[in-house]
């Protein structure tokens, strides 16, 4: 049997790859954990959720640390690990820092690896910065290119990957939904919001750090003004820089509450009950598609382009007006809101760790 080394540090990524690890463990593979602790809080949170220790922490995370320092410090204590686990694959995810630091020490180190959710792209290296970068340099280092969807694929074809290495599994996210949302959830946010209609915000990319998130965050400020009958959660990501800037321009307002970050149980089960969401996450984009609740992405480009074109997402950028427009739209309008709810989801049915493990594992 297979030996799989997971290797990931972020929230999102845990919560993508979790369900894999026990998906893998489950079909009798021996899948070890390698965390790179880059969002230390954030993946702790994360892991606790999902009940997983991981078996190696390279303990990367320090107070201002750049690009730099994270890419170095993985580089150098990884190799370690790839030398005492000696694994068959690496698998890595997405488009972090961790992953694509991962990805190249396993490249120097000649151990094949693969790439869940690759061939995202949305052709500008800048935007997100450093993602688009990260993830096109995993795409080429990898063995097995594990694509979301078939655009995906094309994506990675386009760029001239080998179709034999390129399977089109759905995301991962879908799978973790099914381990999270429950019907008999409770929450004293949903208390708070009774009777009014229950919104979901975050906002964390770098490239909208500064004057792009001051837009976003005027424009929350404005709708919870003018609307009362929103109510507006916003959990704030642990960057320091959002937390100022979230607190500065929402703090204290009325209907709107913010607060530490969310386990993912709770995220995915108040995402379940929001009326709609106002982000510029990735991993958002796909549950809220998932579970059928619409989304005003707050940025210019997405590498998520398949759900706006179903209808579920809309690309509102970072201008305060059309923020509001598009929100009053969604509040006011119902057949607008009926046909982003309604939209099909594009991001997989739920299987996409069992397709990954039959990939890797050679058949169920
Ligand atoms: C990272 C990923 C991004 C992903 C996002 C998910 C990179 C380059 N980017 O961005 O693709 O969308 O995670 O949230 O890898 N911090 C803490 N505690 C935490 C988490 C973060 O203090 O639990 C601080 C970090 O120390 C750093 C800042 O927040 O100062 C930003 O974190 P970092 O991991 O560098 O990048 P993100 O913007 O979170
Ligand atoms: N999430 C969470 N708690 C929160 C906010 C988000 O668990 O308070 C989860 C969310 O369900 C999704 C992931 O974190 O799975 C998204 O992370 P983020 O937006 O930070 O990163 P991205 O997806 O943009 O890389």
């Not at 008999?184 to 229950?198: I, K, N, Q, S, Y």
């Given at each position: 049997m297979k030996?799989l080394?997971l ?8 919560i993508k790859l979790c369900p894999l690890v026990y998906e893998l463990r489950r079909r009798g593979a021996e899948a ?18 999902f009940?997983l ?36 694959i690496?698998l890595?995810h ?20 693969g790439h869940v959710e690759a ?25 097995y290119l594990f694509a979301p969807t078939a655009?995906n694929r ?12 390129v399977f089109v599994t759905g995301n991962t996210v879908v799978d973790a939904l099914a381990l999270t ?105 796909e549950?809220?598609?998932a ?54 989801n594009?991001y997989g049915d739920g299987t996409a760790c069992r397709r990954i493990a039959d990939i890797l594992l050679g058949g169920a």
């Amino acid at each position: 049997m297979k030996k799989l080394l997971l290797v990931f540090g972020t929230r999102p990524e845990a919560i993508k790859l979790c369900p894999l690890v026990y998906e893998l463990r489950r079909r009798g593979a021996e899948a070890v954990v390698c965390v790179t602790g880059q969002h230390r809080r954030m993946l702790d949170q994360a892991l606790a959720a999902f009940r997983l220790t991981p078996e190696h922490d390279l303990d990367v995370s320090r107070p201002g640390q750049t690009l730099t320092d994270l890419t170095t410090a993985v580089l150098e204590r990884l190799p370690p690990v790839l030398a005492a686990e000696r694994p068959d694959i690496v698998l890595v995810h997405g488009d972090t820092t961790t992953a694509f630091a991962a990805a190249l020490a396993c490249y120097y180190a000649r151990v094949p690896v693969g790439h869940v959710e690759a061939g995202l792209r949305t052709g500008d290296i800048f935007a997100p910065y450093p993602e688009e970068f990260n993830r096109r340099a995993v795409d080429a280092v990898s063995r097995y290119l594990f694509a979301p969807t078939a655009e995906n694929r094309a994506n990675l074809l386009r760029e001239g990957a080998d179709p034999n290495r390129v399977f089109v599994t759905g995301n991962t996210v879908v799978d973790a939904l099914a381990l999270t949302v429950r019907p008999d959830f409770t929450h004293p946010a949903l208390d708070e919001a009774a009777g009014r209609r229950f919104l979901l915000v975050t906002a964390h990319r770098r490239e909208s750090l500064g004057e792009p998130m001051r837009r976003m965050f005027a424009a929350i400020r404005a709708l919870a003004a003018e609307r009362e009958d929103v109510y507006i959660l916003c959990p704030v990501h642990e960057n320091p820089a959002v937390r100022a800037a979230a607190y500065e321009a929402l703090g204290g307002r009325e209907r709107v509450r913010l607060t530490e970050p969310l386990d993912v149980e709770a995220f995915h089960n108040l995402l379940a009950r929001s009326y709609f969401v106002l982000t510029d996450s990735g991993g958002i984009q796909e549950e809220a598609s998932a579970l059928g609740r619409p989304v005003l992405v707050m940025r210019d480009v997405t590498e998520r382009p398949e759900g706006v074109a179903a209808g579920g997402l809309r690309l509102v950028g970072t201008d305060p007006e059309t923020i509001l427009s598009a929100s009053r739209q969604l509040l006011d309008d119902p057949g607008t809101y009926d046909a982003m709810a309604r939209a099909a989801n594009p991001y997989g049915d739920g299987t996409a760790c069992r397709r990954i493990a039959d990939i890797l594992l050679g058949g169920a």
